[in-house]
């Protein structure tokens, strides 16, 4: 089992950037993808980016592509999304996501979730 912990979510105006953590643990941690979903009110959780452990598979989706980087700090079990030209539409619940089929949207373990506020 792999333990999440994310960090970094805040307010923002439209326009400007947050960079989100996620601190992995665990002895499986080496051998998954992690990646980041969000929930938004009155909506269901959705996927928003991955990376395999060792970088060399990355997905996003469509609605964050050229926006939003996902990148991993394999010495400290730490990945990041750095979000730019955020807007108000991003506004939500991010949570950090690990398994073996992040890539395919699919998680197996979670993080507590970190709120992420665009103010327009």
């Known amino acids: 089992q792999v333990q999440l912990v994310e960090s970094g979510g805040g307010l923002v105006q439209a326009g400007g950037s947050l960079r989100l953590s996620c601190a992995a643990s665990g002895r499986t941690v080496s051998s998954i993808a992690i990646g980041w979903f969000r929930q938004a009110p009155g909506k269901g959780r959705e996927f928003v980016a991955a990376?395999?452990?060792?970088?060399?598979?990355?997905r996003y989706a469509d609605s964050v592509k050229g926006r939003f980087t996902i990148s991993r700090d394999s010495a400290e079990n730490t990945v990041y999304l750095q979000m730019n030209s955020l807007k108000p539409e991003d506004t939500a619940v991010y949570y950090c996501?690990?398994?073996?089929?992040?890539?395919?949207?699919?998680?197996?373990?979670w993080g507590q979730g970190t709120q992420v506020t665009v103010s327009s």
């Open positions: 990376i395999s452990w060792s970088g060399g598979s990355i």
């Open positions: 996501a690990g398994g073996m089929l992040v890539l395919a949207g699919i998680a197996q373990s």
